[in-house]
């Protein structure tokens, strides 16, 4: 048994994967999951959980096992062919370069509520700019920046958590509250909670992140 030594502590790997993991579907995305699959997205955020949870176990089972840079890809690779390392790395890559403009975008859109007068692609290219500077400054930059915003993310969620359990309690000053039509809620059906299914499997988005980093961590036990 040995030990690696890297320079990344274990709290600051939780930080930056909830920094990574709470984003653009959590804070917006969410919401449209909510217009088409109504209280059915309750469940099926907890069914992504679940299986996001057993994911990640198996991830960081092979992760103790066999530490290398490039994980699951690596893991494809080993288990299935340079062929299927290759498809899922480059996979990733597509997936990942989506998922930026996405955000992007969604940035813009939050700006936009305090900003209307700028327009949403220049919005797009300022955050863009002040994304590649924070890369410049190398990656003691990036988990300083990314632990921060894990941080607010953690507490605007909470508060979120907060506000919607007073309002499902209390009512939204409207004309009934929330619980009270709770049945209109489901009324989306299968189809409806099978529209939000992307959403919410999109929302965990980023964990991923935490393989990559598992390996930089200050103590890991190797075999």
Same mark, same amino acid.
């Given at each position: 048994?040995?030990?690696?030594?890297?320079?990344?502590?274990?709290?600051?790997?939780?930080?930056?994967?909830?920094?990574?993991?709470?984003?653009?579907?959590?804070?917006?995305?969410?919401?449209?999951?909510?217009?088409?699959?109504?209280?059915?997205?309750?469940?099926?955020?907890?069914? =992504?959980?679940?299986?996001?949870?057993?994911?990640?176990?198996?991830?960081?089972?092979?992760?103790?096992?066999?530490?290398?840079?490039?994980?699951?890809?690596?893991? =494809?690779?080993?288990?299935?062919?340079?062929?299927?390392?290759?498809?899922?790395?480059?996979?990733?890559?597509?997936?990942?370069?989506?998922?930026?403009?996405?955000?992007?975008?969604?940035?813009?859109?939050?700006?936009?509520?305090?900003?209307? =007068?700028?327009?949403?692609?220049?919005?797009?290219?300022?955050?863009?700019?002040?994304?590649?500077?924070?890369?410049?400054?190398?990656?003691?930059?990036?988990?300083?920046?990314?632990?921060?915003? =894990?941080?607010?993310?953690?507490?605007?969620?909470?508060?979120?958590?907060?506000?919607?359990?007073?309002?499902?309690?209390?009512?939204?000053?409207?004309?009934?509250?929330?619980?009270?039509?709770?049945?209109?809620?489901?009324?989306?059906?299968?189809?409806?909670?099978?529209?939000?299914?992307?959403?919410?499997?999109?929302?965990?988005?980023?964990?991923?992140?935490?393989?990559?980093?598992?390996?930089?961590?200050?103590?890991?036990?190797?075999?």
């Amino acid at each position: 048994m040995q030990t690696s030594q890297g320079k990344l502590p274990w709290w600051q790997l939780t930080l930056f994967g909830v920094g990574c993991t709470i984003g653009t579907v959590f804070f917006l995305g969410s919401s449209i999951a909510i217009h088409k699959s109504g209280f059915w997205i309750l469940f099926i955020f907890i069914l =992504a959980a679940l299986a996001t949870l057993f994911v990640y176990v198996a991830l960081a089972q092979m992760t103790v096992q066999h530490p290398h840079k490039g994980s699951f890809r690596t893991y =494809a690779q080993q288990a299935y062919g340079r062929s299927a390392g290759f498809s899922v790395g480059w996979m990733y890559w597509f997936s990942e370069m989506l998922i930026m403009g996405s955000t992007l975008t969604a940035l813009g859109i939050f700006t936009q509520f305090w900003l209307p =007068a700028i327009p949403l692609c220049l919005l797009a290219v300022g955050y863009t700019v002040l994304a590649l500077f924070v890369v410049i400054r190398g990656s003691n930059g990036i988990n300083k920046v990314e632990n921060l915003l =894990a941080i607010v993310k953690i507490a605007a969620v909470l508060m979120f958590i907060l506000v919607a359990g007073f309002a499902f309690i209390k009512g939204t000053g409207g004309v009934m509250p929330i619980h009270s039509s709770a049945a209109k809620w489901f009324d989306s059906g299968w189809l409806g909670a099978w529209k939000g299914l992307l959403y919410a499997f999109y929302a965990f988005g980023g964990i991923e992140v935490m393989g990559f980093m598992a390996v930089d961590l200050r103590e890991q036990a190797v075999r």
